[in-house]
């Protein structure tokens, strides 16, 4: 669905009963376009005022980044963290994602640059939907070449690290023909190891 992470990400911040966001209803309005289950907490919530599309696009992502500053806000209000309390967004199988949650983590990660937010997004993809996924190499290039992103490619697993995975995971010892059948079966892909 459009922007579902990012309204799932919205709905989670905003069902916490630790503390009201410090968001303007203009930023509401916009937030419940993604999530419009806010508008039953905020039943007198009002309309924005219509603009054009790309005003209007350029809105909603600057109001969902004013839902990261909050965030980042409510964690230093309320005790959670130090002073400069960050925020981490993570966002798995980013390959999946429509055009405009792409869009907004986009804006999301040079904003995060230039007001200086203490924002950390976590973006996961299978380097092999790489070519496949709609505009995910174009933001995965623009970080890069913006100096946004760290890569970190998570490799195969070898036998012994299957085999230690699967001890911790059962807290036994395991046996060698099952390690060798999962190793066999899976090829060190840490997702199907664990399934």
């Known amino acids: 669905a459009p922007y579902a992470p990012i309204a799932h990400i919205i709905r989670e911040a905003l069902a916490e009963p ?20 806010i508008r039953q907490r905020f039943p ?13 696009q350029q809105r909603l992502f600057d109001s969902v980044a004013s839902a990261c500053a909050a965030l980042i806000a409510r964690g230093r209000q309320t005790g959670r963290g130090p002073a400069e309390s960050p925020l ?28 200086r937010l203490k924002l950390l997004l976590v973006l996961t993809y299978r380097e092999s939907m790489l070519d496949e996924a709609r505009g995910l190499s174009e933001v995965v290039l623009d970080f890069t070449r913006e100096r946004l992103a760290t890569h970190v490619k998570l490799g195969l697993f070898n036998r012994d690290q299957t085999a230690e995975l699967l001890e911790v995971r059962f807290q036994q010892k395991i046996p060698p023909a099952f390690v060798d059948s999962v190793y066999a079966e899976t090829e060190g892909n840490l997702f199907y190891i664990e399934e």
């Open 88 to 115: 981490l967004l993570v966002v798995e199988d980013i390959h999946w994602a429509d055009g405009g949650t792409l869009a907004i983590l986009r804006h999301l990660g040079r904003r995060s640059r230039t007001a």
């Open 44 to 56: 007198s919530l009002p309309e924005n005022p219509p603009l054009g599309p790309q005003a209007e």
């Open 18 to 37: 630790a503390g009201e966001l410090d968001l303007s209803d203009l930023v509401l309005a916009d937030l419940a376009r993604l999530a419009p289950e």
